[in-house]
T-cell receptor, first 115, second 114 residues
Framework: NAGVMQNPRHLVRRRGQEARLRCSPV?????VYWYRQLPEEGLKFMVY????????ESGMPKERFSAEFPKEGPSILRIQQVVRGDSAAYFC?????????????FGSGTRLTVV | TQLLEQSPQFLSIQEGENLTVYCNSS?????LQWYRQEPGEGPVLLVT?????EVKKLKRLTFQFGDARKDSSLHITAAQPGDTGLYLC??????????????FGQGTTLQVKP
């Protein structure tokens, strides 16, 4: 499968627990983006990463959220001490070069439910 | 705050009809993309337009980027039930630089009845 792989597809967490969302980009893509889709809202940009670097995190909540894209392995979006308002679909996208002119490939998303 | 307003939000038509979806903003975008999203899946890129006034065709779909790069439209000719889905426009704001950040519209849910 040459696409963006996200796992898990569905994740249920109790309030206060941690959520870890994983994203493996298209093979050869070194640019990763995370977006959040809240119920009844559109996709909102969260963060843009290259290998080992955060390029733009202007859409990330200041607390409890962090993202990384290590030299080896998938990109991780981590949400600490989850609250009900974190329930959403989280999408990862990748591209071969930076900048949207090259087009994104999105994964199928992780649907986080906080109970 | 940059916003992309999509209209209409919902559209239900009969097979064979034509339709146009609009995406408008007061901001200038360096490029604009259209995606289609199926329930439970991620958006799939249909097209990227970069130049003001650009028109791109993809079979029965025609995409246009406004001359001022603030708006775009998607026109579908002779719609088919297989066109049913959520259509999203997304733009890269000029003032954001080349960071890869996209602003998404709210989406247009299209239903094509046989």
């Amino acid at each position: 499968n040459a696409g963006v792989m996200q796992n898990p597809r569905h994740l249920v967490r109790r309030r206060g627990q941690e959520a870890r969302l994983r994203c493996s980009p298209v093979k050869g893509h070194s640019h990763v983006y995370w977006y959040r889709q809240l119920p009844e809202e559109g996709l909102k940009f969260m963060v843009y990463l290259q290998k080992e670097n955060i390029i733009d995190e202007s859409g990330m909540p200041k607390e409890r959220f962090s993202a990384e894209f290590p030299k080896e392995g998938p990109s991780i979006l981590r949400i600490q001490q989850v609250v009900r308002g974190d329930s959403a679909a989280y999408f990862c996208a990748s591209s071969s070069q930076g900048g949207v002119g090259y087009g994104y490939t999105f994964g199928s998303g992780t649907r986080l439910t906080v109970v | 705050t940059q916003l992309l307003e999509q209209s209409p939000q919902f559209l239900s038509i009969q097979e064979g009809e034509n339709l146009t979806v609009y995406c408008n903003s007061s901001s200038v975008f360096s490029s604009l993309q259209w995606y289609r999203q199926e329930p439970g899946e991620g958006p799939v890129l249909l097209v990227t337009v970069v130049t003001g006034g650009e028109v791109k065709k993809l079979k029965r779909l025609t995409f246009q980027f406004g001359d001022a790069r603030k708006d775009s439209s998607l026109h579908i000719t002779a719609a088919q039930p297989g066109d049913t889905g959520l259509y999203l426009c997304a733009g890269a704001p000029v003032i954001s630089g080349n960071t890869g950040k996209l602003i998404f519209g709210q989406g247009t849910t299209l239903q094509v009845k046989p």
